[in-house]
């Protein structure tokens, strides 16, 4: 039998060593996170780890690792008939549980009987999530940031992505957060990460950014939908620079009104949205948001918002932090064209930046 290896490290280059990583947990804790490109090769269903975990407390231990090692043995017979079925004699996987107990124990058995070069990660996806929380929570973060600010409906995450097309560095945090960052922001369909999952991810971006080069992210709270922003990265965001893109609010609401058409398409959804503002805009004001949405009058709607509620925000926001804009950009448009002109200019200024 091949001998089981113990690794100690679960940072990317040390997961990159390896052929594939078998994350072997329920699959309820594997989407809450995992470790990057992990698979999901349960030993134990959702379903067998709460009935297992059920008789262990209310019956006996005997019966429940009984009842356990019959499901694992299933399970992980039917993963080498399935998953690792046209894996070769040289394959070299790495396998981890919660806390590299018994169910990574008994994967790793039955891999390395079969002859594969079979590793356990010690600790589990404990060891792992440790290294995530030292890096976004307790490491200072190495990156020079430029803050992309401005009002809302400033087309800012579609500049963002012309940037990084022109070559610039960028953060895109409501891309990993899925959510567009405001009241008005859960994607439809697409639930936001859960708060680990969106660490594991973010982790991952910031890896891939040269320190050396200055990196372009939106400004933002630092909450975006339910996902906090961790403190390692918040911190240097607060320091940053911020340049800042400047539109009417009608010309602003036009394209909010275009971008958010899920949230303006669906009546529910408008109506909770209405009711998350912090400042409650009354019932009279409500009802005539809500002739205006019944008459599809969308863009009106959304200067109204704005003026009560968002730009407010951001011009408090602005004053608290009380330092000039680097640079502003004034745009009378926010198509393609009037985008992309932006786009051009940041870029230009991002290049003079000091190192």
Known sequence: MARIQIIQS??????????????????????EDHAPGAINLPVLTDAERAEVGTI???????KANRIGAAYVARNIARHLETALADKPADFAPLVYCWRGGSRSEAM??????????TSILAGG???????VQASLYETPCPLKLLLLD?????????ILARLSARGVQVLDLEGLAGHRGSLFGALAGRPQ????????ELLLALQALDPARPVVVEAESSKIGD?????????VMQAAPRVEVIAPRPVRAA???????DIVADPVALEAAFHRLPVYPGQRRLEDWRKLAGAGDFVPLAEAVMELHYDPAYRRARRKDGRPALASFELTALDDAAQAQAADQIARLVQTLPL
């Open 10 to 31: 679960a940072d990317a280059p040390s997961l990159a060593a390896f052929d594939t990583v078998i994350d072997v947990r329920s699959p309820g804790e594997f989407a």
């Open 56 to 62: 262990y407390v209310q019956d006996s231990r005997f």
């Open 108 to 117: 790793a058995t039955i891999l390395s009987r079969v002859g594969w070069r």
């Open 125 to 131: 996806y404990r060891t792992y999530r440790r290294g």
């Open 150 to 158: 401005g009002d809302t409906g400033t087309a800012k995450t579609e």
């Open 193 to 200: 990460p859960s708060q680990k999952m969106f660490e594991t």
């Open 227 to 235: 996902r906090m922003i961790p403190p390692a990265l918040w911190q």
């Open 255 to 261: 394209y909010l009104v275009a971008t958010y058409h």
